[in-house]
């Protein structure tokens, strides 16, 4: 068996993801809509190792039960998949905070899933990576395409994948990423998806998502930065609405994320026109033109509220790499 490393990009949702009509196939409930992220990404290597008894799992240096378990159950996908008994290594690293909201489920499942199929012998196509990337972790189907991607919800396993429909190099706008806290999220994304019927405005979300997802690609094929820039903002202000409905209550935003939503609604008052979204965490993400990115980072960093800033511009999808984690 030969070792394969393989890395991923995680990618911020435009029009987003919430909610799934299957949990066992990870079957979303809406399509969605999102870009890769050039400086966000997991490093994974896999090795199917015949001697070994059990998969020996390491996550950023650590063993993590809870992770290492989500780990071999996509293992065991893979196995079935392959028709093949095989215990196997992996080593998985990320070069960003880790439960913080950045999508590290998707850079992460999807890296897995190239780098183990691939180990274990399996050539895939694109959709096939797409669909077994997506039962590790909804999010990560749309990690495995290039650049701006969309996921279609599909009724059944094998019509729910991503597809890109813009290349990375269609449209440079920067997604600058504002990590104001390192601390893990008190509820994770795919427990806190599980209460979406408890929210009042679940159901309207739903009535009008197909819309929006439709706006979302006109823009982005216009590059209508300014009403592109309006439609996700408002998305991801509906989303937290959501989640703050929702029993128990999704609380996770900081004062710092506030601060800085407020500020950048602030900037588009100057002139500065810039959006911002959030996902399932506190860091905040904010879109800008590639001319202004400059001065967006100054911006933030007058705020004080940034423990680190992360530029990002649209990226491919996953692919292999020649140096290996062990």
Not at 164 to 170: D, L, N, R, S, V
Not at 207 to 220: A, F
Not at 266 to 276: C, I
Not at 289 to 301: F, N
Request: proline fraction near 2%.
């Amino acid at each position: 068996m030969e070792k394969i490393t393989a890395r991923a990009h995680s990618n911020i949702a435009f029009i987003k993801y919430w909610g799934r009509k299957n949990e066992n196939l990870r079957l979303p409930t809406n399509g969605s809509i999102s870009m890769n992220l050039s400086n966000l990404f997991t490093t994974t290597t896999v090795e199917f190792l015949p001697d070994n008894p059990l998969d020996e799992i390491i996550i950023n240096g650590e063993k993590n039960e809870l992770m290492s378990n989500r780990v071999i159950q996509h293992l065991d996908r893979i196995r079935k998949w392959g028709n093949k008994d095989i215990r196997a290594k992996v080593i998985s690293s990320n070069n960003f905070p880790t439960g913080t909201g950045l999508s590290s489920s998707a850079s992460g499942f999807a890296a897995l899933t190239l780098a183990a199929t691939k180990a274990l012998g399996l050539n895939l196509s694109e959709k096939e990576l797409s669909i077994l990337a997506r039962q590790g972790s909804g999010s990560a189907c749309r990690s495995i395409p290039d650049g701006f991607v969309e996921w279609e919800r599909g009724q059944k396993n094998d019509d729910s994948y991503a597809k890109t429909i813009f290349k990375a190099a269609h449209w440079d706008i920067v997604d600058v990423v504002v990590i104001v806290s390192k601390e893990k999220k008190d509820v994770a994304t795919s427990e806190g998806q599980k209460r979406i019927d408890t929210s009042v405005f679940f159901k309207t979300r739903l009535e009008t998502i197909d819309t929006k997802i439709k706006l979302c690609k006109k823009y982005l094929s216009e590059k209508d930065f300014d009403s592109f820039g309006k439609l996700i903002e408002m998305e991801a202000l509906e989303l937290h609405a959501i989640m703050i409905t929702s029993w128990p209550a999704l609380l996770y935003w900081l004062p710092a994320t506030i601060t800085l939503m407020k500020a950048v609604q602030q900037w588009r008052k100057t002139g500065l026109m810039a959006y911002f979204t959030v996902n399932t965490g506190q860091d905040v993400h904010i879109i800008c033109q590639k001319k202004d990115e400059q001065i967006v980072e100054k911006k933030i960093e007058e705020l004080g509220v940034a423990l680190k800033i992360i530029k990002n511009n649209p990226s491919k999808g996953t692919y292999l790499l020649d140096a290996h984690l062990f």
